[in-house]
């Protein structure tokens, strides 16, 4: 039989890479409904979330079942087309968010199944087929990436026009066409394969009842059919460190469009690797133990000061997570044959494991764990590397597949070919999106200060809605504009970089104060030129949900700078003890000094001791200045209390009478769960 260089040998990297690249979509929605329209908006518990994640994953051990009543084959159209047809309802669905939840599950569950499906059908191939399946994974996963960083981290999903459909459309199209003719070529090489030799047998999208001998074809691969555990934590990492645009830019500081193209520059280097490993390195028992510590180095090293170390260490990540994930598929495909059942198995707990690393990573803001959330990476990358050496126990020396040993074929370069092509989009972004400008004049003749906390993005309807955002501070016109809640990469707020969407959306530079970790916090976009920032805690520091406030002089161009904090107390309702600390802190920094204000989200209404302090230590709030009543902010809804300030140094209220404190407006709608305070002070 010929070299499969024809429509096979696409199939065989399209199907997987496409539907990899929905299932990881998939992801980035359901997690984030889940918080935000069954916790938010329905009043599900933090267990009651657990356990509906953990039956939704667990839908992993119905793999055997499905496979026997559908036959692989027929598993492999349900679950690849059935979750590329779903994927397309999510984006034509514009209604209700838990609407789009229920189709989340449905994908999800697909996705789950297929992936050991996918592997059970390409076993006759043995290694060299199995390893191909591993690197249209990674594949998958940067097609993914470069999807998600041209769209600036704001997912498909979550907009709307007629061209986001059409272009799911379009995908969906590509992948079900591959599907179908991967199909009839398998079906064909099957009949002709009844009477040629048994290494003829196909190697891809087989029903592998119908091929080759039963010994071979009718089972999951032995001892290494276990190795399958490390499905789950292969997703995690993607999903937390090797496919997350926004961390990386968080961490190094770098604006998005750099930190887009380095990812993928990164993930192109490592799938070139692994297509350099396909087939070969597997020679070589030495490589793959070299492989596992350069895997637990990679993913281990920690994060230093600097954005050397940061860009070092994704490429040394990527590149140790390419060489892991091809040995464990290769490795898939050399084992002794054993039951289905037990690949069924290592998917069904594999899955559960992906739920706990997910879960335990952002359960320690509300519960305290025994270990910090950090450990989990090295975690699951430890996982990774010990079922890669489990596998890969049953390659021999010498690699031999049912293609022949060592012969290095055209088309076992096509992943790397296809994934250069995707460094085409960041080069384009790069290029095209310019940097926020500064403006040292504003159009109002005044100063005009917004605060706003965005809740993470999603609107009252558990829908992560940027544009909405962004348009409530577009009607206000601001100058500047503190922000609470802005999470840059969080998984259970779609890995988006929300700051610098916003940012580049309102043409806004600004300065971030991560307070929870390096990926969530306050911030301040200004038009201004900003002169100097500074970031500083709040107590107390063993909060599980840090708080802190960050302290911007802006130049207003009246040779006056302006100071501007930003803050966000303290959320838990009976925290006021903990918010007169935080209100202290901030009096201290301030220290009666000119031209101040200080805005953001307080947690606490008139009356509290941790405002009425600041009113006592001689700070204005703009509202009651304006005397608009009642003035609530929260919740956007149905406004019942005013909980977010925007407060004036003596000064700035003595300026502003003579001029008048135009314009103090509290915004309306549902695009937050509060409603913002914009006002225009004099210069």
């Not at 379009?170 to 591959?178: C, K, M, P, R, W």
């Not at 899955?351 to 270990?371: C, E, H, K, N, R």
């Not at 940012?503 to 201004?528: C, E, H, K, Q, Y």
């Not at 135009?662 to 695009?671: M, P």
């Amino acid at each position: 039989m010929s070299d499969r260089g024809d429509t096979r040998s696409w199939a065989d990297l399209v199907v997987p890479a496409l539907s990899v690249m929905f299932g990881m979509q998939v992801l980035r929605t359901l997690l984030p409904l889940m918080v935000y329209v069954l916790r938010d908006r329905v009043g599900w518990t933090a267990v009651q979330l657990g356990l509906l994640a953990l039956v939704v994953f667990a839908t992993g051990f119905l793999a055997a079942p499905l496979w026997r009543i559908a036959g692989v084959r027929g598993s492999l159209l349900a679950t690849a087309g059935g979750l590329g047809m779903l994927r397309l309802a999510m984006q034509l669905w514009r209604g209700d968010p838990l609407i789009t939840f229920g189709l989340a599950v449905a994908a999800t569950v697909l996705f789950v199944l297929f992936l050991p499906t996918y592997l059970l059908s390409v076993l006759p191939g043995g290694p060299r087929a199995t390893a191909r399946y591993g690197v249209a994974l990674m594949l998958g996963f940067a097609a993914d990436t470069a999807l998600h960083g041209v769209l600036l981290t704001w997912d498909l999903v979550w907009r709307d026009g007629m061209w986001t459909i059409g272009l799911v459309a379009a995908l969906v199209a590509v992948q079900i066409g591959f599907l179908v003719r991967g199909a009839r070529a398998s079906a064909t090489e099957a009949t002709v394969g009844a009477a040629a030799p048994a290494e003829a047998a196909p190697a891809a999208l087989t029903d592998v009842e119908a091929g080759p001998p039963v010994g071979a074809a009718a089972a999951a691969p032995g001892g290494a059919g276990l190795a399958w555990l490390a499905i789950g934590p292969v997703l995690a990492l993607a999903m937390l460190q090797f496919e997350n645009i926004s961390r990386l830019a968080s961490l190094s500081g770098w604006r998005l469009p750099l930190a887009y193209d380095w990812m993928v520059l990164t993930q192109v280097a490592g799938i070139a690797l692994a297509a350099w490993a396909v087939g070969r390195v597997s020679r070589q028992g030495w490589f793959w133990v070299a492989g596992v510590g350069v895997g637990l180095a990679g993913v281990t090293l920690p994060t230093l000061s600097g954005v050397a170390p940061v860009a070092f260490q994704m490429l040394a990540g990527q590149l140790a997570f390419a060489l892991l994930v091809t040995a464990l598929f290769s490795g898939l495909g050399a084992g002794r044959p054993a039951r289905r059942g037990r690949l069924t198995v290592a998917n069904g707990f594999g899955m559960i494991m992906f739920v706990l690393l997910l879960f335990l990573t952002y359960s320690g803001y509300d519960i305290a764990l025994p270990f910090p959330a950090a450990a989990l990476v090295p975690v699951a990358a430890a996982i990774l590397a010990l079922c890669a050496v489990i596998a890969t126990r049953g390659l021999p020396v010498q690699a031999v597949d049912a293609s022949g040993a060592g012969a290095r074929r055209p088309t076992d370069w096509l992943p790397a070919l296809a994934v250069a092509l995707l460094l085409i989009l960041p080069g384009v972004v790069v290029a095209t999106v310019r940097a926020p400008a500064v403006s040292p004049l504003a159009a109002h003749g005044g100063v005009r200060v917004m605060t706003f906390n965005i809740h993470n993005g999603f609107d009252t309807r558990g829908w992560l809605g940027l544009e909405a955002i962004a348009r409530t501070i577009e009607q206000q016109q601001p100058d500047v504009v503190a922000l609470q809640e802005a999470a840059r990469g969080w998984v259970i707020d779609g890995s988006t970089d929300m700051l610098s969407w916003l940012s580049l959306r309102l043409d806004m530079p600004f300065v971030w104060d991560p307070t929870a970790g390096p990926l969530w916090g306050n911030a301040i976009l200004s038009r201004f030129p900003i002169i100097q920032s500074e970031i500083y805690p709040l107590p107390t520091a063993d909060l599980l949900l840090g708080r802190g406030f960050i302290r911007a002089r802006l130049d207003v161009g009246t040779g006056q700078p302006l100071d501007v904090l930003a803050t966000h107390y303290h959320h838990v309702e009976d925290g006021s003890a903990v918010r007169v600390q935080e209100s202290q802190v901030i009096l201290d920094a301030w220290a009666g000094a000119p031209r101040t204000v200080i805005a953001g989200d307080m947690n606490a209404v008139h009356g509290d001791p941790e405002i009425e302090m600041l009113r006592a230590a001689g700070l204005v709030e703009a509202v009651a200045l304006a005397g608009l009543t009642p003035g609530y902010t929260y919740d956007s809804t149905k406004p019942y209390q005013r909980i977010d300030y925007i407060w004036l140094s003596p000064d700035l209220v003595a300026m502003s009478i003579v001029q008048g404190v135009r314009d103090v407006v509290i915004t309306s709608g549902g695009a937050s769960d509060h409603l913002g305070i914009a006002a225009t002070l004099a210069r």
